[in-house]
């Protein structure tokens, strides 16, 4: 498989799971679980959909990692200010356990699925037997989400087994997605930045949602003018190569599932797309996000 067809396939399927699975951050289901862990209630919006509580959203994807302090959430997360993660990870271990919200966002995810999807939506075995290879063919080492996630219990029903392995999925893929950005030097307010140039969006515009300050955004600009990767407030030639680079190097990291599943992947694909155009109909996930216009940028 040659490194054109290998992104156009490992973004695919990215962008297919991204609604099915991204939707437990916007899910009616999880924000009323939180709440009753004493968690605050959902935050405005999000593209006309509701966002969830900061401590809450720490709490509940980071509890994939165990009961463990802020510092390590965001350094996994890698792209929040710790400034902001740290004390609303303490607060919220104030409030619940991991084991307890890791059950209401797995409960929550599910149930929102089962409400716009049902229970036995069509080909939902067979997703989940394809996804179930994709997973197994994957490694966990420097990949922290991901080998929480796949540390988790499978749920019983079969849209719940494609939530989970999904899930997984998508972390491994973030995972790889932060290994690469490192590798090319770049921190965390830099990638930031740039994501947004690549992605056709304003400077400090996406990025504010990480809790980083002006000082913050002021000082990575000027690191990322003095090694000619931003100019005049646009990308450089040679700074949108580095950020198209490290989608390819994501992508790269995708290889093995990629070739391990063959045809296949198109065909979970064709499955549960349309899954994930009826959750953003019901508003459990952005008409358009981010991942929309990165896969827009790369395509």
């Known amino acids: 498989m040659d490194s054109t067809q290998l992104s156009l396939d490992a973004r695919r399927l990215g962008a297919a799971l991204e609604p099915i699975i991204g939707q437990v951050y916007f899910s009616k289901e999880c924000h ?7 968690f605050g209630p959902s935050l405005g919006d999000f593209n006309g959909v509701p966002a969830p509580d900061g401590a809450a959203y720490f709490c509940s994807r980071g509890s994939l990692l165990g009961q463990v302090p802020g510092e390590l959430i965001a350094a996994a997360f890698a792209v929040f200010n710790p400034a902001a993660v740290v004390p609303a990870v303490t607060y919220g271990w104030t409030l619940t356990d991991a084991k307890t919200i ?12 089962h409400r716009v999807i049902g229970e036995q939506p069509n ?3 067979r997703a989940s037997e394809i996804l179930q290879a994709a997973v ?40 790889s997605h932060t290994a690469a950005w ?23 515009s996406y990025s504010r949602t990480r809790a980083w300050t002006d000082a913050d955004f002021d ?13 005049d407030g646009a990308l450089t030639p ?43 109909v019901a508003r459990g996930y952005p008409a358009a996000g981010p991942h929309d216009l990165a896969k827009a940028a790369g395509s």
Request: proline fraction near 4%; charge should be negative; hydrophobic fraction near 45%.
């Open 32 to 38: 009323a679980n939180y709440v009753a862990l004493g």
């Open 102 to 113: 890791c059950a209401a966002r797995d409960d929550g995810a599910i149930a929102q699925l």
């Open 123 to 125: 080909g939902a075995q």
């Open 136 to 175: 197994a063919s994957l490694r966990p080492e420097g990949r922290p989400l991901f080998a929480g996630a796949l540390s988790q219990t499978t749920p019983d029903s079969v849209v719940g087994k494609v939530w989970r392995l999904g899930d997984m999925l998508r972390e491994y893929r973030g995972d």
């Open 182 to 204: 490192i590798s090319a030097g770049l921190d965390a307010t830099e990638i930031g930045l740039i994501s947004e140039l690549y992605w056709g969006l304003p400077m400090r």
């Open 219 to 231: 000082a990575a600009t000027e690191r990322l003018m003095s090694r000619a990767i931003v100019a």
């Open 238 to 280: 040679f700074g949108r190569q580095m950020r198209e680079d490290i989608e390819i190097q994501t992508d790269e990291q995708m290889r093995t599932m990629a070739i391990s599943l063959g045809d296949r992947l198109h065909e979970v694909c064709d499955i549960i797309e349309p899954w994930g155009a009826a959750v953003r």
